[in-house]
């Protein structure tokens, strides 16, 4: 028996009604089953004269693999079912894209090879690599972390004085508004004749990336808390400090994490500015350092280790807003 729905064809059998199967699950196995009988059977370019390199075939198979499983898993799990059946189109793009690179870059060389290396060459470098690109990781997460916390901690601070208190308002909203739109990259040559070094000049850029968005969502939040709140809590007698930790920092926690996730963005970007100044480790360092070297099979590996890690750091700083935010489910739209 089988029946077409908007998630695509799904199979029951008769024998056992447990078990349903949906066509879409089996788009990324054939996709990279696709690319690997490509690869394999397409010769390569005359013009590439490097010696062939097993890892974008070992990446297909293992890919195979995986998608395979979650495809046999599928067919009894529902909630495994419906996830990889929505993303089924996206990873199959994603496996079409590397073949098309594959393509285009080892069997006919139609795009410059030293700036425009094929897969191949790009694993090889996580492969061999690996070792030096963790510690430049590494070094990159410690100068990220410090600069980071700094920043959130005066800017959520700052934010809370300059929403909380006129006289703190009257005073600092204007610095606010002249020296926070100032792009933190700006101030490179001012940081690195104030600090004794390149990292502690790196910290600040970053430290200071994050300070301003943090600060203006933070005071918006804090100023934006209904009075009827206030006016609640003096009758019952709270404090200063408990009107502010008890109702207005949980009433503005939405702002504030607003304004977290635009610091991360800005403190990404600082980072790897920074790193690209005089650190001497990171990978901001190291894409520098290769694009001097015009290994840009290397710059590629640095960028993906980026957007990986970046990615990850995003996904888990929603985590953690759902957590924090958890009694507010429904209420806040993102």
Known sequence: MSDISNTGIAVTSRENPA???????????????????VHLLMPNSPRYTQKPLPYFTIALIITIGI??????????NEKVREKYAYKSWFITTVIALLNILNFVTLKLMLLPAIYFPNPDRILKVFM??????L???????RLLGLGYILGATIGITTGILVGWSKGWSYWVNPLIKILGPIPSTAWVPIALV???????????LIALAVWFPTTVLTSSGISNVKNAYFEVSSTLGASTLQKIFKIALPDAMPSIFIGIFNGTCS???????AEMLGVKFGIGWYINWQREM???????????????????????MFKVRDRVLGWQKGVIKW
């Not at 078990?19 to 009988?37: C, D, E, G, Q, W």
């Not at 070094?197 to 600040?204: D, Y």
């Not at 403190?267 to 500015?273: D, K, N, R």
């Open 19 to 37: 078990i349903v199967f949906n066509i879409k699950t089996l788009l990324p196995t054939f996709s990279a089953l696709l690319a690997l009988l």
């Open 67 to 76: 998608t395979l499983g979650l495809a046999l898993l599928s067919l009894f």
């Open 128 to 133: 061999e690599e690996w070792q030096f690109i």
């Open 135 to 141: 510690k430049c990781l590494a070094y990159s997460g």
């Open 194 to 204: 104030s600090f004794a070094n390149s990292f502690q000049a790196s910290v600040f």
């Open 267 to 273: 403190s990404f970007i600082t980072l790897m500015t």
């Open 294 to 316: 015009l290994s840009y099979a290397n710059v590629y590996a640095g960028l993906m280790v980026i957007a990986f890690t970046f990615s990850f750091i995003i996904t888990l």
